[in-house]
Each structure stands twice: as C-alpha cells, then as structure tokens.
C-alpha cells in the first residue's frame, strides 16, 4: 500500500510504498477514504512535539481520518466489515496518511451519515478540540457569549457551529474573506483583527475560545466577564492575568477520544453542521498540502483523498 512518512524530524514527507498491516486484538483496519492536516502534523514533523509525542521512524503522518472498516481483529465488537467510520489516532502511532489505517476500537466512532465521507476526514481534531473546550472544560449554555479568535480555521469553524447548537452568540475574529466565512457559519458577529480592535469591540464575555495565543491571549483577559473562561488550544494562560481578572482558564490538550468523536458526528447530524474544507487534495499532490497547512493560511480544513 501506498504511506506518506518521514524519516526524521524536519525530513519532507515521503510516498511509499509499505506492507499492509493486519489488526492486532482490539484494532480494526480501516480502508482510508480521506486524511485530513492539522497543525500539530506540521509540529510533529519538525520535531516540536517530541517530548510528548515521541515518534519511532519510518513515521507515517497523519492522525485524522475517515473510511471504511476492512478488517476486524480479535475482541472487537459492535462492529462490522464495510461501516463507514471516523477517527483520530494516537499521535505517536500516526497512520493517517496511507492507504489503510490500524486503529484501536477505543478511537472509532460512526462516521456522520449527513457529510460525503471524504469531508468526515476533517471532523476528528478540529471538531473534537472545539467541543472538549466549549462543552467539557467551558461548559457554554443558552444565551452566554463567546469569542473565537480565527473563526475561519477548522477549530474555530466549529465552534462557531457549536455555539449555535446550544443557543449561545458566537462573536468571531476573521480577516478578509474569513468574515463572509464565519457569518455563513453562524456567528453572531464578525471583527476583523487586521483593523479592529476587538477589545473595543465586546465586553462581558462568557468564554473565550483562543488558537492564536500570545498577545491575542493576553488581550482576551480583558474583555471576559468576572468569573469567565478562557481556554486556549496553543499554550497554557498566565495565572498572574487569570487571578487579577478574577477568571477560571486553561490550555486544552486534545486527547484522541472514540466516545466524544462519536458525539461530536451525532451533533453534526443532529444539527445539520458543515466541514469548513479549504481544499481537497489527491495524496499524489501531499507535498503542496503541507506546505499550505505549514504557512498558516488555510481557510478550514484541508482533505487528502486515497483514492
């Protein structure tokens, strides 16, 4: 089958050609349908990433994924040969990106039956760190409001989404055509960061949703209501800000979780909810994608497809 690895920290991604894995006990071999990037492929590439997520090469990148259930390994149940699925992987086992996919029974959950299973690819990290901040940390409910800083990129995207989901205002940072972007997802308001400040924007904020951390983060304090949240995706927040401002906050570390996947697909079909897809890809043209995830101007998701 076909793999894209790396054989290095800061090697570039390599299309090769490796043995087909068999499931062990308690895996399942899923056919790859689609693979979707996400920063943390370009931070474990560099090597960023390796005193938590230590990588044994040859690596074959990738953790999120979408497709079809091909083999079952012993003790694996509840499942069948040909169910369409979605997971995230450890991101020390990686495998996304190839051909076919080992995946513990624990991270598959059903794939949403309301999204062509290619664009299912981008739900597993970008949806799922979105509602472990907004729903299990935050706790967000009817009538609160929260700020999302880069509401046109696949976290933001969703949260915007799941905001409405629980009849809470959803206010998005964007620029350029992200503002169209996060309006047509659903948010309350749009303000663009480039000419905007959005500390003279909004006041009384319930939770703050930041991916952009640094002088984003630390400005964020200010416009949260006494008692707020603010939860970052990019580095832990200064407790010296979050005593004198009277919040609660912290740094979500994304856990790969078959059981909130599965919630999160059951929203989206409840609910009607879109992948934000900035592009879709054949894995022949891999090298180009992770470039464009590299730079950071990726409007939402991008999807390698294996077909």
Request: with cysteine; proline share 5%; aromatic share 8%.
């Amino acid at each position: 089958m076909k793999a894209i690895r790396i054989t290095g920290y800061e090697t570039e991604p390599n299309l090769d050609d490796v043995s087909q894995p068999v499931p062990a006990s308690g895996q399942v071999l899923v056919r790859v349908r689609a693979a979707s990037l996400n920063p943390l492929d370009v931070k474990l590439q560099r090597g960023y990433m390796e005193q938590f997520f230590p990588q044994t090469f040859p690596y074959t990148l990738g953790t999120d994924l979408a497709g079809v259930i091909e083999q079952l390994g012993a003790d694996v149940e509840g499942w069948a040969l040909g169910d369409q699925v979605v997971a995230r992987t450890e991101p020390t086992a990686g495998g996304a990106f190839a051909e076919y996919a080992l995946v513990p029974k624990e991270l598959l959950a059903k794939a949403p039956s309301t999204l062509p299973l290619k664009e299912a690819a981008g739900i597993p990290t970008a949806a799922g760190t979105a509602w472990q901040a907004l729903f299990e940390s935050a706790e967000l409910t009817e009538g609160q409001k929260v700020l999302i800083h880069a509401g046109a990129g696949g976290v933001g995207s969703f949260a915007i989404q799941f905001a409405n989901c629980v009849g809470a205002r959803g206010i998005a940072t964007a620029s350029g055509s992200g503002l169209d972007i996060v309006r047509l997802l659903g948010a309350d308001m749009g303000i663009d960061y480039r000419c905007e400040d959005f500390v003279q924007k909004v006041s009384d904020i319930d939770v703050v949703l930041d991916t952009m951390g640094g002088e984003t983060q630390q400005r964020s304090f200010e416009v949260l209501r006494s008692g707020g949240h603010l939860l970052s995706t990019v580095m832990p927040p200064d407790e010296t800000l979050v005593a004198a401002h009277n919040v609660t906050a912290g740094f979500v570390f994304h856990a790969s979780d078959g059981q909130r996947l599965a919630r999160v697909s059951k929203a989206i079909d409840q609910y009607g909810l879109q992948v934000l897809v900035d592009r879709t890809v054949p894995f022949t043209e891999f090298i180009q994608a992770f470039q464009h995830q590299a730079s950071g101007h990726a409007r939402g998701k991008i999807i390698i497809t294996f077909d």
